[in-house]
């Protein structure tokens, strides 16, 4: 049985720090992605890191703030998030599939879903 697990969030100030974890099990997964939905809005990309390459993208509003890695050996993925923003408050999603996708950032391409973890960010 497939499952992600999500941990590592919670309440900071901003300009704080926190480190999302997602740890998988069932089978291993080329691709791996972060994302995240605020109340009202629709959920979005935020980080993803594919074993092809490697190769990893970001969207635009958190490039130079958040990191994300992979451990491989642990079937897990990471997402560090610095220089937090109250705009970055939502709830954070990971997501995996099988195979590489070109399109890393499209929320319809991932079959496997984690239940979600929430980072309030406070100003």
């Known amino acids: 049985q497939v499952q992600l697990v999500e941990s590592g969030g919670g309440l900071v100030q901003a300009g704080g720090s926190l480190r999302l974890s997602c740890a998988a099990s069932?089978?291993?997964?080329?691709?791996m992605g972060w994302f995240r939905q605020a109340p009202g809005k629709e959920r979005g990309f935020v980080a993803a890191?594919?074993?092809?390459?490697?190769?990893?993208d970001y969207a635009d509003s958190v490039k130079g703030r958040f990191t994300i890695s992979r451990d491989n050996a642990k079937n897990t993925a990471y997402l560090q998030m610095n220089s937090l923003k109250p705009e970055d408050t939502a709830v954070y999603y990971c997501?995996?599939?099988?195979?590489?996708?070109?399109?890393?950032?499209?929320?319809?391409?991932?079959?496997?879903w984690g239940q979600g973890t929430q980072v309030t960010v406070s100003s």
């Open positions: 890191s594919a074993w092809i390459g490697p190769t990893t």
């Open positions: 997501a995996a599939r099988s195979t590489y996708i070109s399109d890393m950032s499209y929320p319809g391409g991932y079959p496997y």
């Open positions: 069932g089978r291993t997964f080329s691709t």
